[in-house]
């Protein structure tokens, strides 16, 4: 447990973190975290699924979940007052829910609707591409959601097994920020979740990059292009490095990318870089959104700014970035829900809360030189491309690797 106490607040969040998510399922189970986190909301032996929604916003707050590779999260945002009712209610969700099978039913209906908006917005479906591209035939690389067959094959027995095997008290988390009392918070908890399993036994399969390329040919009028390399696990030592990197590259209007190929070439509407990192490994990218005639002059110019990072930074740039990140933490400080999702993210990963001081000196501890080595490192790697739309204006994948060589 672990908690951040902001007395001058008049609200909290609370939240349970497990350190499970769509890496730990077989491909068979693909797709059951995400039902699991669903059904969680359906009804307990005390409460119906109506009743949860009405006992939450009845004193004005906030229930919700979510599923990641890696984790899957229950959190309630409430008055200060109301802090027990929230440990009650997800004491109450993970210990006795019922999934009564009609119920179970309407809900993997509403996840096969949820799949299908997926496969019809392009510009979310190409990230799911990607991932499977860079982490082919394993965990890793498939989809949170599932695929609608086996969503469609979920029956009781396996959701109901699936969190019994893995939601146990290892490898979970209870954060609270806001105004709270921490040791009213672990007598609370001690009591709600007497009967919380303590011992895992379950692991996950160790990621292992590929790289190549996916394409959906569709009628659209643009073409969505992500292209991706090998990252960084998150206690890789370039780990900051590489954050600093991906803001000097595109992650902002200020960013090379955004500068050069929306503002100077009007090239994209839409380009940025992003990177996810995982406990072994990590998925550097870079989307953009073009139309299709100016795909062949898009890809040119992205590899020229990456490969400009790796040859030469300057330190304007790199103060930038500093600044831009160290903002983002602090600002995110003033939120009690971006609270308890660092502090439990943190005590999953690194098993302790780091202080924020901590995470401002790694930071500003980088410097140009740790930029261009790290931009160097990732461009050292297998290039991956996913892309959909009007694919056929798109050049081989031997002729985008040589671009950022």
């Not at 090998?230 to 990197?245: C, E, I, K, M």
Request: hydrophobic letters at 40%; one cysteine or more; a negative charge.
């Amino acid at each position: 447990m672990v908690s951040d106490e902001m007395p001058q607040l008049e609200t909290a969040s609370v939240g349970v973190w497990f350190d499970v998510g769509a890496r730990h399922e077989s491909e068979e189970q693909n797709g059951v975290s995400h039902l699991l986190e669903h059904m969680a909301f359906k009804g307990t032996k005390r409460r119906t699924a109506r009743g949860l929604a009405e006992e939450i916003e009845a004193v004005g707050g906030h229930l919700n979940a979510y599923t990641t590779r890696d984790h899957t999260t229950y959190y309630t945002r409430v008055m200060k007052q109301d802090v027990g009712l929230s440990v009650d209610i997800l004491a109450d969700i993970l210990q006795n829910s019922l999934f009564d099978v009609t119920d179970l039913q309407r809900e993997k209906d509403v996840i096969l609707q949820e799949i299908g908006q997926a496969n019809d917005t392009p510009d979310d479906i190409v990230f799911d591409m990607l991932q499977a591209t860079a982490f082919p035939d394993q965990p890793l690389g498939r989809s949170i959601l599932g695929t609608a067959e086996r969503v469609r094959n979920f029956d009781r027995d396996i959701v109901s097994h699936y969190m019994r095997d893995h939601y146990r008290g290892d490898g979970t988390i209870l954060a609270a920020a806001g105004n709270i009392s921490h040791d009213a918070l672990v007598d609370m908890t001690a009591d709600a979740f007497a009967s919380f399993e303590k011992e895992c036994n379950y692991s996950f399969e160790a990621a292992s990059y590929g790289g190549g390329e996916s394409r959906m040919a569709r009628d659209l009028e643009q073409l969505h292009i992500t292209l991706g390399f090998p990252g960084l696990s998150y206690d890789d030592p370039d780990y900051y490095a590489l954050q600093v990197f991906s803001t000097i590259c595109g992650g902002g209007m200020s960013s090379r990318l955004f500068q050069e190929v929306r503002e100077e070439r009007g090239l994209a509407y839409s380009v940025y870089s992003f990177s996810a990192s995982h406990d072994d490994t990590g998925l550097f990218g870079i989307y953009a959104g073009t139309s299709p005639e100016l795909a062949g002059k898009l890809l040119p110019v992205v590899a020229d700014q990456m490969k400009g990072l790796a040859e030469s930074v300057d330190e304007a740039e790199v103060a930038r970035a500093r600044a831009r990140l160290k903002a983002g933490l602090l600002m995110s400080l003033e939120s009690t829900t971006s609270r308890i999702e660092q502090l439990s993210r943190q005590m999953l990963i690194f098993g302790r809360p780091i202080p924020t001081a901590e995470l401002i000196e790694k930071v500003d501890a980088i410097d140009a030189a740790a930029v261009e080595r790290v931009t160097q490192r990732i461009l050292g790697g297998k290039l991956a491309m996913a892309a959909v739309g009007p694919v056929h204006s798109l050049p081989e994948l031997s002729k985008v690797e040589a671009m950022f060589r």
